[in-house]
């Protein structure tokens, strides 16, 4: 199957399913592993949004090989570790941004709404990930839903 037709599901998860499962968490649990509390990790998703449909533009972080090793990784089936390390991030979580979960739902469904439009209005951009190199809007969807799946198993939404 291509990557073109898996991501069609993918893209109704990212859509619908992942705000749906956050909004069944409280914003101050914790999860299995790391750090943020549930609120902060929506935030995460909001910003992984964010830099994926180029409204938070960054600059590729690894060396030319890190990236080709890094992409084959995102690319793959295989999930992120628990505990995974994210250069871009500290190490004490930042301060939530909003005064409510569900505030920070909204804006997660608002990006990924940007995301898909932003795509869609431009079918041939690629847009830069710090770790993976410029993506297109296929591999943008792959990394993505493997980055959401990674956060739910993280707090007990998926199996």
């Known amino acids: 199957m291509a990557l073109n037709e898996i991501n069609m599901s ?8 992942l705000p749906a499962l956050c909004g069944k968490l409280d914003a101050n649990q914790k999860g299995k592993w790391g750090v943020m509390n549930a609120q902060q990790m929506v935030e995460h998703m909001s910003e992984s949004f964010r830099i994926a449909n180029g ?12 990236v080709t090793k890094a992409y084959s990784f995102i690319m793959s ?11 871009l991030l500290p190490d004490t979580p930042r301060p939530v941004l909003h005064e409510s979960m569900d505030s920070a739902i909204k804006e ?3 990006e990924i709404a940007y995301f898909f439009r932003h795509f869609d ?39």
């Open 55 to 66: 409204r938070f533009p960054h600059q590729i972080v690894l060396t030319p090989e890190q």
């Open 121 to 159: 209005e431009n079918k041939d951009l690629r847009v830069t990930n710090p770790f993976f190199g410029d993506l297109s809007r296929e591999e943008w969807i792959h990394g993505l839903h493997k980055h959401a799946v990674h956060h739910l198993k993280q707090f007990n939404l998926h199996p």
């Open 77 to 87: 089936d295989k999930p992120f570790r628990e505990n995974t390390k994210n250069q």
């Open 108 to 110: 997660l469904r608002d």
């Open 10 to 17: 993918k893209e109704a998860f990212l859509k619908t399913e």
